[in-house]
């Protein structure tokens, strides 16, 4: 997913606000969830040869079922993404908060 969206460059996300590059990274990780998700569903519904073997039951095996492995794995390799993190994070930390608003 990484080099089917934009390229990335930190130059011009530093330019970008906060709330814009919130709403890319908000936007990003909402793609990549629904890609996750059709993934699940489609390699659920591939049939297993030794379903039925021993007693094996493949619609019972819980890494069909839970995808946390495999979300862990796919969003590790979104560099973009990480990258978004990063300089939005750091850009929110530079941000000043006036003492009044802390009450």
Same mark, same amino acid.
């Given at each position: 997913?990484?080099?089917?969206?934009?390229?990335?460059?930190?130059?011009?996300?530093?330019?970008?606000?906060?709330? +814009?590059?919130?709403?890319?990274?908000?936007?990003?990780?909402?793609?990549?969830?629904?890609?996750?998700?059709?993934?699940?569903?489609?390699?659920?519904?591939?049939?297993?040869?030794?379903?039925?073997?021993?007693?094996f039951v493949h619609g019972k095996?819980?890494?069909?079922?839970?995808?946390?492995?495999?979300?862990?794995?796919?969003?590790?390799?979104?560099?973009?993404? +990480?990258?978004?993190?990063?300089?939005?994070?750091?850009?929110?930390? +530079?941000?000043?908060?006036?003492?009044?608003?802390?009450?």
């Amino acid at each position: 997913m990484t080099k089917t969206l934009c390229p990335f460059s930190a130059a011009e996300a530093d330019k970008k606000t906060t709330r +814009r590059l919130m709403g890319e990274c908000i936007a990003d990780i909402w793609l990549s969830g629904s890609i996750v998700y059709l993934t699940r569903n489609v390699v659920e519904r591939v049939p297993f040869p030794l379903d039925g073997v021993a007693g094996f039951v493949h619609g019972k095996v819980k890494e069909l079922t839970n995808a946390v492995v495999f979300t862990f794995v796919f969003m590790y390799y979104q560099k973009n993404l +990480r990258d978004k993190l990063i300089i939005w994070v750091d850009g929110c930390k +530079r941000v000043k908060v006036p003492p009044k608003h802390l009450n």
